[in-house]
């Protein structure tokens, strides 16, 4: 089962604040550890090369029977704090034990003189390369285990003939106060990590909350609740989210209730042709000669208006769906102003200006033509001049201007809309649907198609030339 938005949110935020907390308390650890042993080291250093030049340089005093070995036995004796061996070898090699040269054997052989502080008279063999190197002018240094299981820091030096100085510091309080500085740190890092992930939880439920009320208000709008709106708040992508949702339940609102409309508008058009038909259907059965002959006339009347409603019903089904069929040719469009003025304002005052020849589909362009002058004819008044303009080289202008009173204020937001018909129109057999088709026509062509006032009322048809 895949985990929730919440436990996905909590637990990558929870493997973010981990990570860092690990990488930025072993970045410390190893920057607090390199400093304190260096530190350690060069102090260590610093004190080693002080007592060497002290002992290169300890005075002797004959007459006390000492030489120059016994000089830096006592001079080492007097400081405190530090854990050192010596060893002369009067020109020989003593024996080594397993790498290292035995203290106990040292001592026992004639002519090696070996003399350590008390903490290190338990040394099982110092490293027989770090005597030698010293042995040969060099200034080793080795980390041993060679007290107890305690780890020290060992340089060793020549401060005379054949004479090697090797002192030892304990590594012992810096491992731990190392340790300490690691379990300081693990414990910062497991703090880091508990508020990382009580931090995780709030901002899952911060994010899942207002995903959890679109979600909420997306059934609900599935519902058939289309008013229904959540509040933004902020400006991050979730209010850009309850911003989108609340434009598509607005959109998705007035889609349905033009769907309604359209339906019930539809519903409305077609009961008045098919109760006419009823009708006249019903009266043909009339002994009287004249009335089966006005039955006849009122059902061919009301057949042709459902047969150009259902048409257009159908032309707007295939704009709605994107199937409209389009043919484009080039058009003479003078020659099919002139015969859409007579197919629709056949004996109307019509004049027709201008030619131009335009790339089109002829039956759409027909239609618009059509729609145009039938309206400038029955809801206008003549006369009407049609003017075409080609003067631009990229547009094609087709002017239809009637002498009439223009369109009602109140209808030109919503002149193009479907089923919208003025008072004059009402009583009228047309569908309210011609201008809605004879838009889509011209938005098909990439045209456009507008109204506007003057003497009467006038349409533009735009259509763009290649």
């Known amino acids: 089962m895949r ?72 001079y080492m004796r007097g400081r405190r704090g530090i854990d050192w061996g ?20 040292m001592t026992a052989l004639s002519g090696v003189h070996a003399s350590v502080s008390a903490p290190l008279s338990r040394v099982a063999g110092v490293p027989a390369e770090l005597i030698d190197n010293a042995r040969r002018g060099g200034t080793p240094s080795a980390v041993l285990d060679v007290v107890a299981g305690a780890p020290v820091l060992a340089f060793a030096a020549a401060v005379g003939h054949d004479t090697v100085l090797v002192e030892f510091y304990d590594l012992g309080p810096m491992r ?51 008013d229904i709106r959540l509040p933004v708040r902020g400006r991050d992508e979730l209010a850009d989210l309850t911003r989108s949702f609340n434009t598509m339940a607005g959109r998705l609102g007035e889609s349905i209730e033009q769907q309604r409309r359209f339906i019930a508008d539809v519903t409305h058009d077609l009961r008045t042709p098919v109760t006419a038909m009823v009708a006249a259907v019903d009266s043909l059965e009339d002994a009287d000669p004249e009335a089966r002959s006005r039955s006849a006339r009122l059902l061919g009347t009301q057949t042709r208006r459902l047969a150009r409603l259902v048409e257009d019903l159908l032309e707007i089904s295939r704009f709605d769906a994107g199937v ?31 030619d131009a020849t335009v790339t089109a589909d002829p039956r759409r362009l027909h239609t618009i033509a059509c729609n145009l002058l039938a309206n400038a004819v029955r ?14 080289l990229d547009l094609v202008t087709v002017r239809f201007a009637d002498s009439g009173p223009g369109v009602p204020a109140d209808l030109m937001p919503i002149l193009f809309d479907r089923f919208v018909r003025g008072e004059r129109s009402r009583t009228a057999a047309g569908s309210g649907l011609g201008l809605a088709i004879a838009r889509e026509n011209a938005l098909v062509h990439g045209g456009q198609l507008d109204v506007q006032n003057e003497a009467g009322a006038v349409f533009t048809l735009s259509l763009p030339r290649p």
């Open 324 to 354: 409209a069929d389009f043919r484009p040719e080039p058009v003479d469009l003078r020659a099919l102003l002139l015969d859409a003025v007579e197919a629709s304002a056949g004996g109307a005052d019509v004049e027709v200006t201008g």
């Open 379 to 392: 809801h206008g008044a003549e006369p009407v001049t049609v003017t075409i303009d080609a003067t631009r």
């Open 176 to 226: 731990l106060e190392l340790a300490n500085l690691q379990r300081d740190l693990t414990l910062i890092a497991l703090a880091v990590a508990t508020v990382g992930v009580l931090a995780a939880v709030l901002a899952a439920s911060g994010i899942q909350r207002p995903v959890r009320r679109v979600a909420a208000a997306a059934r609900r709008l599935g519902q058939g609740e289309l």
């Open 3 to 74: 985990p929730g938005l919440r436990t996905r949110i909590t637990v990558v935020i929870v493997l973010i604040a981990i990570t860092a907390a690990a990488g930025m308390g072993f970045a410390a650890y190893r920057l607090q550890a390199g400093t304190i042993e260096g530190r350690f080291t060069t102090a260590a250093n610093t004190g080693f090369t002080s007592d060497v030049a002290q002992a290169r340089a300890v005075r002797i005093d004959p007459s006390r029977g000492m030489n120059h070995f016994d000089a830096v036995v006592e």
């Open 86 to 105: 010596l060893y002369e070898f009067a020109n020989i090699d003593p024996p080594r034990t397993n790498g290292s040269y035995s203290v106990d054997d």
